[in-house]
């Protein structure tokens, strides 16, 4: 799989060709250099026929041959952003490069930069280099480390940005600072975090900033490092929340630009559309207004993954037969040394006034009443000698919606798993049901085990 530049052939494109042409050489994979030859639209700094646009590519890949480096040209006639899309060197590509100069300039009828539009276009990851880039072009000769910044939240794309830094770390250490843009008030809904709002004023513009919860940091962070993972190479990584509002893009510039990021990489949804408008492109906004190069990478192909047992289930408890038989069947799940949490969620009927609850639903048990709850819990716990294996977490809460408050413990304690026993015991009313059940089904992200009555 080749390490494809696509240049413009103008005066300035050859110090981007020069980068690719050393992230290629260390990947150990040959460069292909396409001149790109715009017909309709020609830039004034790029060549005027054909000839003079092969004159150009030979000049600028003559001296990227290396004894350790296979350099082949070709030239694309057309709009750039059509021929880049439809050349199968550029689909089947490790890497594709280009850079932000030397393009025609914007038209009033197409405002979209050409390398925006094959960044979105292509299906590979495509590295777009900027002036400021002779820092990459250092790195990539080992002059120097790499401060990489990565977009980090819970899709797919994100998943395959994280997999991308494994390969620019096999280039030279990179120092990587994972980003994850947060809303306070949309995780704390989430999580069912109930703690009160705190609001901090910056003067002399009175702004207020509402700033992360202890309780929902120490969570966000446990899932950034998650969804990381363990990075190879050499360099050191950083954890880095960034409570906002708004457009993820800015955040992500402004945490760039205050750390001074030489590389900004961010998963590439390729919407169009209909639903580009309605959902947003963090990608496009990165991209246009980035000061540092970025790399946009699509989507992975989903792989097949190997059944591995889950390291974390959680169990609600209504302390019926119902839940004895779904902690067995949690226990049995569940690997040598994971956790099983067992939850109590007590309904609150109108008749309850002594416990208001927050605008989240969800509240913990008041003190007496919550002793009592993990008393009861405890007994639930199995004492058998495998039990021990088995690492046990209790919790009681009180919610309106019992199966809004079991989605909100599963993503605070980041189970892999919720089993739940049904009962169709009448007139008990904390007891789970086939309604509960289903809820639950419909609503939690994490896969669901319900055992019925």
Known sequence: MPVVCATNLSDTSDRFAQTAAVIAARLGEPLWLLGVLDTEHPSP?????????LTRLSAEADPLRTPGLAVETRL???PPGTVLAEEELVRNARLLVLSTEGWAPVSAWRRTPVYERVAQQAHVPVLVVRRQGDALADWAQGRRRLQVLVGIDDSRTSAAAVTWLHELRRVGPCDVIAVSVCSPVEERERLGIHTPVHL?????????????????????LRELSERVGELPGEGRLELHLEPGFGRPADHLLHVAHARGADLVVVGNHQRGGLARLWHGSVSAGVLRHAEQSVACVPPSQPMAQRSVP???????VDFSEASARAI??????????????????HRRRPADRAWVMDQYGVVPEPPREQSAVLERLKAFVPHEENATEVHWTLEGVTGDDVARAICQATEREGVDLVCLGTSDAPGHADVFNDSVAR???????????VLHA
């Open 200 to 220: 901090e004023v910056l003067d002399p513009v009175v702004r207020r900033i509402e700033v992360l919860d202890p309780q929902v940091e120490r969570v966000l």
């Open 439 to 449: 809820a639950l089904v419909e609503r939690c992200r994490r896969p669901v085990v």
């Open 310 to 316: 889950p390291r974390a289930v959680l169990v609600p």
């Open 76 to 78: 694309l006639e057309g």
């Open 45 to 53: 700094h790029g060549p005027r026929s054909r000839d003079e646009a």
């Open 328 to 345: 067995s069947q949690a226990r049995s799940l569940v690997r040598p040394g994971g956790r099983v949490h067992l939850l109590h969620v």
